[in-house]
């Protein structure tokens, strides 16, 4: 799974509009993601009888991925940050795949070591693949859901535009299935700063 192409339209358009003299208000993050996840499949019993018994079989997935944000600064240190991430595991092989859509508010505490806070609303999609294991069938459900991200991180300063993040944790809740899945997440890349 690749970076979304509309992101890359985003990212080239900032920085095509970055202006010197606004030094520093747009910073660009990419890099590894992980989420520790909660991920329900419909596993149906093989048989021969028309209506095979189904149970709905909870997992908990090691995802990888991307992850990828842009933060506008506005005011003093107060940014608007949009964030996308795309990860992805299988199980019984069953490949499953989560992507996030996330805007919101970002307060950084700027300097050689710079932390920063965050509260990010929007969207997630999950897709289950199908598979079949072990005389059952796994999977195949797509679905939508409201999600939230709350955390932070810390960026270290290599270069006057360039930033290291070590670490990026977030408390990552989704609704799939009409339940509440927490989550975290763990994140770490590289920071540009125009």
């Given at each position: 799974?690749?970076i979304?192409?509309?992101f ?9 509009t ?6 520093q208000?747009v910073?660009i ?9 909660p991920?329900?499949?419909v596993?149906?019993?093989l048989c021969a009888?028309?209506a095979?018994p189904?149970t ?9 991925g991307w ?7 506005f ?5 608007f ?5 795309g ?5 019984h092989?069953?490949?499953?795949h989560l992507?996030t ?19 990010l609303?929007g969207a997630?999609?999950?897709a ?9 069938a796994?999977g ?6 409201f999600a ?9 300063k290599?270069?006057p535009?360039?930033s290291?993040?070590p ?5 990552l ?13 763990v994140s770490a890349g ?5």
């Amino acid at each position: 799974m690749g970076i979304p192409a509309s992101f890359l339209v985003l990212l080239m358009a900032i920085l095509m509009t970055a202006s010197p003299a606004r030094s520093q208000s747009v910073e660009i993050f990419g890099g590894y993601s992980y989420v520790r996840a909660p991920v329900t499949y419909v596993r149906t019993s093989l048989c021969a009888i028309p209506a095979c018994p189904s149970t709905n079989n909870t997992a908990h997935l090691n995802l990888n991925g991307w992850e990828a944000s842009v933060a506008f600064k506005f005011i003093g240190p107060l940014a608007f940050a949009t964030d996308f991430s795309g990860t992805n595991s299988s199980f019984h092989g069953a490949n499953t795949h989560l992507q996030t859509y996330l805007a919101g508010p970002q307060l950084r505490f700027p300097g050689p070591i710079s932390p920063f806070v965050h509260a990010l609303f929007g969207a997630a999609h999950e897709a289950i693949g199908s598979s079949t294991s072990g005389g059952f069938a796994y999977g195949g459900t797509t679905q939508n859901s409201f999600a939230t991200a709350l955390g932070g991180g810390l960026d270290l300063k290599v270069l006057p535009f360039i930033s290291l993040r070590p670490i990026q944790f977030d408390y990552l809740m989704t609704n799939f299935n009409s339940t509440h899945q927490n989550q975290p997440r763990v994140s770490a890349g590289l920071v540009l700063r125009f």
